[in-house]
C-alpha cells in the first residue's frame, strides 16, 4: 500500500531535499570561480524563472498520477523506447549521488576530527578515517529509505531542518562580526556586468536546477505521496527558502574567507578549507556545524536514493528492502573513482551536475508538455500561467544546452 504524507510533512521533505550539499558546498565554489556577484545575480534570476515553474511542473505530476517517474513514462507513452528517458535520468541522479555521497561523507569524517584539532583537506583524502566514513554514510542512506517514507526518511527530514535553521543564524552572528564580513557584502552584491560569461549563465542555470532538485523526478516522487492540494503556498516557499539561503550561506562562507586570505577559486575544497581555518577560533562550534552540514547533506542525498529506490518498487512490484540493497551495492561501485580523485568529483559535477541537469529537465519537460495532454486542462490564471511559463522554460532549456558545447 502506498504511503501518504501530509502538507507539512511535503513541504518538509522537499525542503530538506533542496537544502543540501548544494547549498553549503556547491554554491560557495561555484560562485567564487565564475564572477562572483553576477553569478549570484543570474542564480536567482534562473530560480524565479526556471524554479518556479518547473517545482510546479513536478509537484503536479506527482499529485495527479501518484507513481514515480519510470511508472509515469509507461502510463502516458507506449513505446518502450520512451522508457530509455526515465532511466537515464535515473542514471543521471545516480552519478550525482555518487560522488555528492563522498562528498558528504567528509562532512561526517570533519565532524569526527573536529574533537580532536582539524585534519588538513590534504591529509584527510585518502585517510583511512576519509574511507570509514563514507562507507557509514552510504549505509546509513540506505537504512533511512529501507525502513520508508514515514519511518525513515521523515524524522532525518524534520531534525536537520529545524537544527539547520537554528544554526545558521548562530554561525551567521559570528560572520558578522567576522573583519571579513564587509568584503563579503561587498563581493556578493556590487553588481559585476563585466564578469558575466557564457559558462556563468549555464552554470547558475544549471545549479538552481541543481540545488532544487529538478530535472530528475525527485520532487514528483515526494508529490506522489501526498494529496491534491494548492501548490501556491509550497512552491513560494520553497522557492523564498532557496533565494534565502544561498545569500546566508554565501555571506557566512565568504566572511570567513576573506577574514583568512583565502583563495576564492579553491573549487570542491573552498569550503572544507574555509571552515577548518573559522573553526579553529570558533573551536566550540566546529563539531555541531560539520555534524549539522551532514545531516542536511544527507537528506538530500536520501532524496536522490529514494528517487532511485522508489522508481523500480512501483515498476517491478518488488519489496523495497531487495530493491535498496541493490542499489547500494551499485552507488558505491559508482563512488570508486570520486573516493580517489578530488578533480574526478569536480569532473563529474560539471558534466551531469551541470550540463546534463539541464539536459534532464528539457527532455523531461519537453515530453510531458508537447506530447501529453497532462496541463492542457488546467483551469484558472494562475495555472494558465505557470504552462505559459514551462513553454518558456522549453526554449531557455534547449539555449542553455547549446551552449553548454562551447565552453
Not at 521533505?13 to 545575480?41: C, E, H, K, Q, T
Not at 580532536?116 to 552510504?138: C, N, R
Amino acid at each position: 500500500m502506498r504511503e501518504h504524507i501530509g502538507k507539512l510533512a511535503l513541504f518538509l521533505d522537499i525542503i530538506a531535499s533542496v537544502i543540501g550539499l548544494g547549498y553549503v558546498w556547491r554554491f560557495p565554489y561555484l560562485m567564487g570561480s565564475n564572477g562572483g556577484s553576477a553569478f549570484l545575480f543570474l542564480y536567482i534570476l534562473a530560480v524565479l524563472i526556471l524554479g518556479i515553474p518547473l517545482i510546479f511542473f513536478e509537484m503536479y505530476l506527482g499529485q495527479k498520477y501518484k507513481t514515480t517517474i519510470i511508472c509515469l513514462f509507461k502510463e502516458k507513452f507506449r513505446s518502450k523506447y520512451v522508457l530509455l528517458i526515465p532511466l537515464f535520468l535515473i542514471f543521471v541522479s545516480l552519478i550525482v549521488l555518487s560522488y555528492y555521497s563522498v562528498v558528504t561523507s567528509w562532512t561526517l569524517g570533519y565532524f569526527f576530527t573536529s574533537f580532536a584539532g582539524f585534519m588538513s583537506f590534504d591529509s584527510y583524502i585518502g585517510s583511512v578515517l576519509m574511507f570509514a566514513a563514507f562507507f557509514i554514510t552510504v549505509f546509513l542512506i540506505y537504512l533511512a529509505v529501507r525502513f520508508g517514507l514515514k519511518k525513515g526518511v521523515n524524522v532525518v527530514n524534520y531534525i536537520s531542518s529545524v537544527l539547520f535553521v537554528i544554526f545558521l543564524f548562530v554561525l551567521l552572528y559570528f560572520a558578522v562580526a567576522s573583519p571579513g564580513f564587509g568584503t563579503a557584502v561587498k563581493y556578493m552584491f556590487s553588481f559585476n556586468a563585466s564578469a558575466i560569461s557564457l559558462k556563468t549563465i549555464v552554470l547558475a542555470f544549471a545549479h538552481a536546477l541543481f540545488s532544487l532538485s529538478l530535472g530528475f523526478g525527485i520532487l514528483l516522487t515526494y508529490a506522489s505521496y501526498s494529496k491534491k492540494e494548492n501548490l501556491n503556498f509550497t512552491i513560494g516557499a520553497v522557492v523564498f527558502s532557496s533565494i534565502l539561503i544561498s545569500v546566508l550561506i554565501g555571506i557566512i562562507i565568504y566572511s570567513f574567507l576573506f577574514s583568512y586570505g583565502l583563495d576564492l577559486a579553491s573549487g570542491p575544497r573552498l569550503v572544507f578549507d574555509v571552515l577548518t581555518m573559522a573553526f579553529k577560533d570558533l573551536v566550540f562550534l566546529g563539531p555541531i556545524f560539520f555534524l549539522l552540514i551532514f545531516l542536511i547533506a544527507f537528506t538530500s542525498a536520501i532524496s536522490l536514493f529514494e528517487l532511485v529506490v522508489a522508481s523500480f518498487v512501483d515498476y517491478y512490484k518488488v519489496k523495497i528492502k531487495k530493491v535498496a540493497l541493490i542499489a547500494l551495492v551499485v552507488l558505491i561501485v559508482l563512488a570508486i573513482p570520486s573516493l580517489f580523485s578530488v578533480a574526478v568529483i569536480e569532473f563529474l559535477d560539471t558534466v551531469f551536475g551541470s550540463y546534463l541537469t539541464i539536459f534532464c529537465a528539457f527532455l523531461f519537460l519537453l515530453l510531458f508538455l508537447i506530447f501529453t495532454k497532462s496541463f492542457s486542462t488546467l483551469g484558472g490564471r494562475i495555472y494558465k500561467l505557470y504552462r505559459a511559463m514551462l513553454y518558456v522554460d522549453v526554449l531557455v532549456l534547449i539555449i542553455l544546452f547549446i551552449f553548454s558545447f562551447f565552453l
